[in-house]
C-alpha cells in the first residue's frame, strides 16, 4: 500500500508539474498575443488620431479661407466694385487685408489642405498674387490714387469663383463630418 500511495503522489506530482507548466505556457502566449494586440490597437489608433488631428487642422485653415473669401466677397459686391472715388481706407483694411491673409493662409498651410483642393488653392494664389503685386505697384510705388479700384481679371486672373465655391463647400462638408463623428462619439461615452 505504501508502495501505490508513493507511485500515487509521485504521479500526482508529475501530473501537477506537467500541468502547471502548460498553464504557463498558454499564460505566456496569452500575454504575447494580448500584448500584440495592444500594440496593433495602439497603432491603429494612432493613425486615427492623426487623421482626425488633420482633419481639425485642415477645418480651421478652410473655416479661415471661408470667412476671409465671404468678407472680400460681400465687400467687393456691397461696395468696393461701386466706388467712385478710391477710398485707401476700405482698400487697405478690407481687400488688401483679406486678399493677403487668404494668399498666405493657402502658402503656410499647404499640408492641411485635402488634395482634391490643392489646384483650386493655386489658383486663388495666383488670382491674390496678381492682386497683391498690382496693389504694391500701384498704391506703394507709383503713388496712384486716381485709379479707384484694382481688377486684375483684364490682365487674365479673374477670380476663380470655382475655386472659391468649392473650398466653401469642403469646409461645409468636412465641418458637418467631425461634427457628426464627435456627437456618435459622444454618445457612445457612458
Do not use: C
Not at 18 to 39: D, G, M, P, Q
Not at 79 to 103: A, G, H, Q, V, W
Not at 112 to 137: F, G, T, V
Amino acid at each position: 500500500m505504501e508502495n501505490a500511495l508513493e507511485i500515487f503522489l509521485s504521479s500526482s506530482l508529475i501530473a501537477t508539474i506537467i500541468s502547471a507548466s502548460v498553464a504557463f505556457l498558454f499564460h505566456k502566449r496569452k500575454e504575447r498575443y494580448n500584448a500584440e494586440i495592444k500594440r496593433e490597437f495602439e497603432s491603429l489608433s494612432q493613425v486615427s488620431n492623426n487623421y482626425f488631428e488633420w482633419k481639425k487642422k485642415t477645418v480651421g485653415l478652410l473655416g479661415k479661407v471661408y470667412i476671409h473669401l465671404n468678407r472680400s466677397q460681400k465687400a467687393f459686391q456691397n461696395k468696393y466694385s461701386k466706388l467712385k472715388t478710391y477710398d485707401p481706407y476700405f482698400e487697405d483694411e478690407i481687400m488688401f487685408t483679406s486678399n493677403k491673409l487668404i494668399r498666405d493662409l493657402l502658402i503656410e498651410n499647404a499640408d492641411n489642405i485635402p488634395p482634391n483642393l490643392l489646384e483650386e488653392a493655386s489658383k486663388l494664389i495666383e488670382h491674390y498674387d496678381a492682386w497683391l503685386i498690382k496693389y504694391h505697384k500701384l498704391r506703394k510705388i507709383e503713388m496712384d490714387t486716381t485709379t479707384v479700384q484694382i481688377y486684375v481679371g483684364p490682365d487674365g486672373f479673374r477670380f476663380p469663383e470655382q475655386a472659391e465655391e468649392k473650398f466653401k463647400s469642403s469646409y461645409i462638408e468636412l465641418f458637418n463630418n467631425i461634427t457628426k463623428n464627435s456627437e456618435s462619439a459622444d454618445k457612445s461615452l457612458p
